[in-house]
């Protein structure tokens, strides 16, 4: 398991957990990205937001949100 800011781009990958405090989980989930949902990173630059697919939908998470998502790749 990598955290999701870790991915490369086009890495593909299952979220396996997110971790924080419940506005973050509650929030993270109200956009789609729950565990068990197929993820694929479109951009990943050090000090930007990384910019995933997710459910239909790019989303942009920022890095210190990213470090708690975690995330199964697949190859």
Do not use: W
């Not at 993270?28 to 197929?38: D, P, Q, R």
């Not at 459910?55 to 697949?74: G, L, P």
């Amino acid at each position: 398991m990598k955290k999701l800011s870790e991915l490369d781009e086009r890495a593909c990958g299952v979220v396996t957990a997110i971790s924080g405090d419940t506005h973050f989980q509650s929030r993270i989930t109200s956009i789609g990205l729950t565990v068990g949902s197929k993820i694929e990173v479109i951009q990943n630059p050090k000090k930007q937001p990384t910019l995933l697919y997710c459910r239909d939908t790019m989303v942009a998470i920022n890095k210190k949100e990213s470090d708690k998502i975690m995330v199964e790749v697949i190859k």
